[in-house]
């Protein structure tokens, strides 16, 4: 891969789909082991998925165990940016989340997506 390049991933699904939650961590660890910077933002049912011990619930058939993919996508270095106005509506504090979770607020969902190479959405 080229040097630099980096990818958004918005996902807005959470355990009502288990395989829409999982395939963007799919995507983010294969990403990553082409060295591609890895953004995940979750935003709507999805920020669910950061709440310690939500992962583990959520297993989508032939594909590996979301929390698995939750936590080599952390270890590797990928970024996990959950959006405020989420997890304020679940009741969902910071303290509840994973080791690595990032709270952010729309504009930095727009500086992450402008300066991105690619731009996927779940």
């Known amino acids: 891969m080229a040097e630099n390049e980096k990818i958004v991933i918005i996902s807005t699904v959470g355990d009502e789909n288990p395989e829409k939650a999982t ?6 660890t294969a990403a990553q082991s082409m060295d591609v910077e890895v953004v995940v933002i979750l935003q709507a049912s999805a920020v669910v998925i950061a709440k310690k011990g939500e992962a583990e619930k959520i297993t989508a058939k032939g594909l590996m165990p979301l929390k698995q993919l939750l936590d080599t996508f952390i270890e590797l270095g990928g970024k ?9 509506e679940r009741n ?4 509840e989340l ?3 979770s990032l709270i952010i607020a729309a ?3 727009v500086t992450e997506v402008l300066s991105a190479t690619s731009v996927v959405t779940y």
């Open 107 to 109: 504009g930095t969902v």
């Open 80 to 88: 996990l940016m959950l959006y405020s106005p989420c997890l304020k």
């Open 98 to 100: 994973v080791c690595g």
């Open 23 to 28: 395939l963007p961590f799919v995507l983010a």
């Open 92 to 95: 969902i504090s910071a303290d």
